[in-house]
């Protein structure tokens, strides 16, 4: 099996890293606070952590062999990578709003 190049390895670094950052996010806004937490903190954690879900699915889908070196693949990773970044941001959007 040869090792990945191109988009494949921009794609998985581009995931790790963009999941480090929400982490960092989240430890900075606060969830470790022995505060109760009330409806809208939910809804960032539960947005955010179906981002992390997704971006991390990215390299799995990213590196999944097949047989033909079709550009499905890539093009969903790309997909996956957006909608993970987009719900991340989305988190970050909602704690400000």
């Given at each position: ?69 079709s550009p499905e693949r890539i093009n969903a990773a790309r997909r ?18």
């Amino acid at each position: 099996m040869r090792a990945p190049t191109g988009s494949v390895v921009g794609l998985c670094s581009a995931s790790a890293t963009l999941c480090a950052m929400g982490m960092a996010f989240l430890a900075y806004w606060g969830v470790h606070e022995p505060l109760p937490w009330r409806w809208h903190d939910v809804v960032v954690i539960a947005i955010a952590f179906i981002g992390f879900a997704v971006l991390l699915s990215t390299p799995w889908i990213a590196t999944t062999p097949v047989e033909d070196e079709s550009p499905e693949r890539i093009n969903a990773a790309r997909r996956t990578f957006a909608i993970g970044a987009a719900l991340v941001w989305l988190a970050a959007l909602v704690t400000v709003l």
